[in-house]
């Protein structure tokens, strides 16, 4: 089996993030930035396949300026065998990455197609159906547990009431939850030989797709200040405070 | 304009969601509701008691019985054409389902809207809640799903007409099993009270408490990500940038210092309570009500209290 693994580079999720005075968007300079978390599930899995037999090549792709190359390697250390930049500075919508991964997929005939559910920077979660839709794939999002069984796959995915298992034959898209597994935090010796992994960098308009923003973000501003707190002094005053806001949720 | 409310559904009831999509939609059109399943009737039943319903649209198949999104979406793409707006809660079906129809109609979604100002302008949160992105859209047809505990529910006591479609669609996808979160508990991401527990309970039997204290409010449990790493949770209870995204009308956070992580998690709470031994701990200091005190004092006086 063959897997194409996608992957972000996106603000740490442990930064605080800032709103620019302007409303242009977020602070993004001087800010430290990593793979979005949920890709390193999606990387993880793809590792454990080839560890388990199941898969025999990693190709890991990313969309993104030249620093995009870091989670590549990041991904290549943690046992990626190679990986492609699409190269922009511009904002390329989810519908455009989805029609480069679909251009990519042309090229690379994966089995699989790895995505983390979500990024944590635009919070769309919508790359890994919009792929699935363009391919007419099927799709398996929030996984938390994938096993390859003939010539397709089992995955448990994570729904509003608890979990489901599905069965989906391959070739097919599947996207990452936080249970699937544990990332490794690959050792340096690792973080060296990503170095000399090959990985192509090559510029988006290689791939004829428009990216031509359909949306246009008119401002981001920061959420609405929540009150100063209100300290109470007992258990009973708590609890009146408490049924007094019960009594207003009835009341809705 | 003309909306197609696509109904989310679960062992043959409507999600509270739908009535709160509904409403939303509203805002932009006459809504259609759309039941698809299998065995589904008591639902469209259901659906066509919301306010402002104008129709309730069945289609009962086989292959709609688990919504698998690739039937969903052969369902969808023929109706889409005669409406301006195919709205979904942020739900299981709806996330799984508008992307991908999107993709096919060659389309940008906008997912997750918390506020609508237009046809085809929307605000929805970014960066799990910690920025607000306000975007317009000039397409021919605007594809949504909609964070349900942003808007109020729509009324009940209309009875719209129910036309039954007749689906021919197909999947390739198999449902093999569910696996149901043990008890009543409502669900994490939709609830309208969210009770959350810190690792200061110290154990997974102690933390038994904050599950006891959600169940007399009708409330779904959450934890924090080092009280779901110190095993005392399970994951799918875990609240924060990472875990489940909360809004809840009511957040209360027992032994929750409130780790940016966390935070990022409850943006969308409209009132927070928090009970902590640290007056000093930042979710303390964003509460509208915040105590001080021995959780396990407090706790079970809260519940007491409830009982009564």
Known sequence: MKILVAVKRVIDHAVRVRVKPDGSGVETANVRMSMNPFDKHAVEAAVQLVEAGAATEIVVVSIGPKQSTDVILTAMAMGGHRGILIETEARVETLAVAKLLRAVVAEEAPDLVLLGKQAVDDDSNQVGQMLAGLLDWPQATFASEITVVDGGLEVTREVDYGRATVSVPLPAIVTADLRLNEPRNAALPMVMKARSKPLAVRPVAEFGVDVTPRLTIEKVSPPAERPGGKLVGSADELIAALKGELSELEAL | ?308
Not at chain 2, 117 to 144: C, M, W
Not at chain 2, 217 to 226: D, H, P, Y
């Open chain 2, 1 to 308: 304009m003309t909306v197609l409310v696509l109904a989310e559904h679960d062992l043959g009831h409507l999600s509270p969601a739908t009535a709160r999509i509904v409403a939303a939609a509203e805002q932009l059109g006459t809504v259609d509701v759309l039941v698809a399943g299998h065995d589904v009737s008591g639902v469209a039943a259901e659906a066509s008691e919301i306010a402002g319903v104008a129709r309730v649209l069945v289609a009962d198949s086989d292959a709609l019985a688990a919504l698998a999104p690739d039937a969903l979406v052969g369902l969808l793409l023929p109706l889409s054409e005669r409406y301006t707006h195919i709205v979904a809660a942020a739900a299981a079906t709806g996330r799984d389902a508008i992307p991908r129809l999107a993709a096919k109609l060659d389309l940008m979604p906008v997912t997750d809207v918390i506020a609508i100002h237009g046809p085809g302008r929307f605000d929805r949160p970014i960066y799990a809640g910690n920025a607000i992105e306000t975007v317009s859209s000039g397409q021919p047809k605007q594809l949504l799903t909609i964070r349900a505990s942003a808007f109020r529910p729509a009324a009940t006591g209309n009875a719209a007409p129910i036309e039954p479609l007749l689906p021919t669609v197909g999947t390739v996808t198999k449902f093999l099993a569910d696996y149901r979160t043990e008890g009543d508990l409502p669900d994490l991401g939709t609830a309208q009270i969210v009770v959350a527990g810190g690792v200061s309970f110290g154990s997974a039997e102690k933390f038994a408490l904050v599950a006891d204290l959600a169940k007399a409010l009708g409330a779904a449990v959450g934890a924090t990500r080092a009280a779901v790493d110190a095993g005392y949770a399970p994951n799918d209870w875990q609240v924060g940038q990472t875990g489940k995204i909360v809004a809840p009308d009511l957040y209360i956070g027992i032994g929750v210092s409130g780790a940016l992580q966390h935070l990022a998690g409850i943006q969308g709470a409209k009132k927070i309570i928090a009970i902590n031994k640290d007056p000093e701990a930042p979710l303390m200091k964003i509460a509208d009500y915040a105590l001080v005190g021995d959780l396990f004092e407090i706790v079970p006086a809260l519940i007491e209290a409830l009982k009564r």
